[in-house]
């Protein structure tokens, strides 16, 4: 099947400091990415679509300029949480959209554990 | 709006015995639904895909219903075993957005 890989699975930062996430589509390419977030025993809440070579769309109530997106290319999309505060910490999951007769499928990242200080 | 519900609460069964989880859906006329299991600290991982003209699908000990006229999904798996404890999630498809229920927690005690 389809794979996903996330880098980093886990980081820890300092208040202030910008973090990048990567997400790679492994085996196919992804014209479409997803950015989730995730607390603690609840549901994925998607943040943003990231299209390939153009700008993300941003669910209501997510800042842009704190979340930027880039999907530089159909295989790699990374995710920089600006100016990271303490309330940033989450578990933060990609996915990307494989098309295959008309269904789209979601493969996910293993996801990353941000812990900011 | 959209709407989709899973039992919020988590379903214990024994070893052995068959595992049925629920997804109802609102406001939506889905072209197929989505099964994924999602581990602690993982991301999900895609299971099954039912199409709205399948009434049923199977995989392995893993089987799908798909009720358009009841706007439901049933996700079995039968001869459940501790290994299948996991937080299972359905999504419809169909359209450019993703949407996913909360899932069930479903803990299968040997």
């Known amino acids: 099947g389809a794979v996903v890989s996330q880098h980093p699975s886990r980081v820890i930062c300092k208040s202030g400091t910008s973090v990048k996430i990567e997400c790679r589509s492994l085996d196919f390419q992804a014209t479409t990415m997803f950015w989730y977030r995730q607390f603690p025993k609840k549901s994925l809440m998607l943040m943003a679509t990231?299209?390939?070579?153009?700008?993300?769309?941003?669910e209501q109530g997510v800042e842009k300029d704190k979340f930027l997106i880039n999907h530089a290319s159909l295989t790699l999309s990374t995710l920089t949480v600006t100016s990271a505060h303490p309330e940033d910490s989450s578990f933060y999951i990609c996915?990307?959209?494989?098309?295959?007769?008309?269904?789209?499928?979601?493969?996910f990242g293993p996801g990353t554990r941000l812990l900011v200080l | 709006s959209q709407k989709i519900e899973q039992n919020s609460e988590a379903l214990n069964i024994q070893e052995g015995k068959t595992a049925t989880l629920t997804c109802n859906y609102t406001n939506y006329s889905p072209a197929y639904l989505q099964w994924y299991r999602q581990d602690p600290g993982r991301g999900p991982v895609f299971l099954l895909l039912i199409r709205e003209n399948e009434k049923e699908k199977r995989k392995e000990r893993l089987k799908v219903t798909f009720d358009t006229t009841l706007k439901q999904s049933l996700f079995h798996i039968t001869a459940s075993q501790p290994a299948d404890s996991a937080t299972y999630l359905c999504a419809p498809g169909g359209s450019y957005i993703p949407t996913f229920g909360r899932g069930t927690s479903l803990i299968v005690h040997p």
């Open positions: 990231s299209n390939e070579g153009s700008k993300a769309t941003y």
């Open positions: 996915s990307a959209s494989n098309r295959d007769r008309g269904e789209e499928t979601q493969y």
